[in-house]
T-cell receptor
């Protein structure tokens, strides 16, 4: 069974569009994350939710809005997509937010043209 | 905030030889240091972690050492095999509330058969 799943795996869209990426974990974890990995493979955290509450919000443009309807789901909505948003976005989860192993999803490759 | 530097960025090793990847961190309060392996087209996966109350940890062919005084930690892989080829990331996290992992820039390890 997949532990952390993301949809879609690939997303190609034009500048100015709005898109969403969905994430679900079936591990019963309290904490979920969104990371962005750029073309140089650099991994940077964007957001973290603990039991549906936002606990980490890095310097990310307001065009990015996470939503956690329950602790098993953390979706990422992006408005007015820009070329620089092209990257691989990873969802992850951990048992708790205090230094526990993070389980990553397979990633969503977003290409903005 | 925390800053993690990782070297080398690429590493080629003959199969059967050892590989060493080194990281330094800036925040002396950091106390959790995981290592993640990312295979092509997949999300990162934890392979070993160490906390600041120990200096070394081993798991079969993989070991991690930590020098808190010098603020550096290293990953050692012995008897390398082709399936060890991947990108490896170190990370560091402080012990305070709402901790976040700061990742190094990654090392692309290639095992030469």
């Amino acid at each position: 069974d997949t532990a952390v799943s993301q949809t879609p795996k690939y997303l190609v869209t034009q500048m100015g569009n709005d898109k969403s990426i969905k994430c679900e974990q079936n591990l019963g974890h309290d904490t979920m994350y969104w990371y962005k990995q750029d073309s140089k493979k650099f991994l940077k955290i964007m957001f973290s939710y603990n039991n549906k509450e936002l606990i980490i919000n890095e310097t990310v443009p307001n065009r990015f809005s996470p939503k956690s309807p329950d602790k098993a789901h953390l979706n990422l909505h992006i408005n007015s997509l820009e070329l620089g948003d092209s990257a691989v976005y990873f969802c992850a989860s951990s048992f708790h937010h205090s230094n526990y192993e993070q389980y990553f999803g397979p990633g969503t490759r977003l290409t903005v043209t | 905030g925390e800053n993690v530097e990782q070297h080398p960025s690429t590493l080629s090793v003959q199969e059967g030889d050892s590989a060493v990847i080194k990281c330094t961190y800036s925040d002396s309060a950091s106390n959790y240091f995981p290592w993640y392996k990312q295979e092509l087209g997949k999300g990162p996966q934890l392979i070993i972690d160490i906390r600041s109350n120990v200096g070394e940890k081993k798991d079969q062919r993989i070991a991690v050492t930590l020098n808190k005084t010098a603020k550096h930690f290293s990953l050692h892989i012995t008897e390398t095999q082709p399936e060890d080829s991947a990108v490896y990331f170190c990370a560091a996290s402080p012990p305070f509330g709402n901790e976040k992992l700061t990742f190094g820039t990654g090392t692309r390890l290639t095992i030469i058969p």
